[in-house]
């Protein structure tokens, strides 16, 4: 049986006290990243193909919003929701990552 999904994205929704030095995904606005994944993937029919999920800290958080999509295992930094659909159209669709967003670069 095949896997459920061809990619899964993750979106950090971590919260830290205020004023920590790290910050939080989620004062940088990654609920609404995720949500503008989430619509996006559905506009465009791939909600049964292409999963995003909610995650807890991926251990970027200075560097949030972070997301990471798999099975790439490409890691983006600092994203908005004026990214996602550049992020859905080149990376989930045609398979290229956006340079500008990735943190890790073999």
Known sequence: MPPPFK?????????????????????????????????ALRARGLDDEIRANKAGCLDN?????SVVVYPEGIWYGRVTVDDVDEIVEKHLIAGAPVERLRLYKK
Do not use: I, M
Request: with cysteine; net charge positive; aromatic share 6%.
């Open 61 to 65: 958080c200075a560097l949030g919003c």
């Open 7 to 39: 990619k899964h994205l993750f979106v950090c929704l971590n919260e830290r006290e205020p004023g920590n030095p790290k910050g939080d995904c989620t004062s940088k606005g990654s609920p609404l990243v995720l949500k503008k994944f989430k619509d």
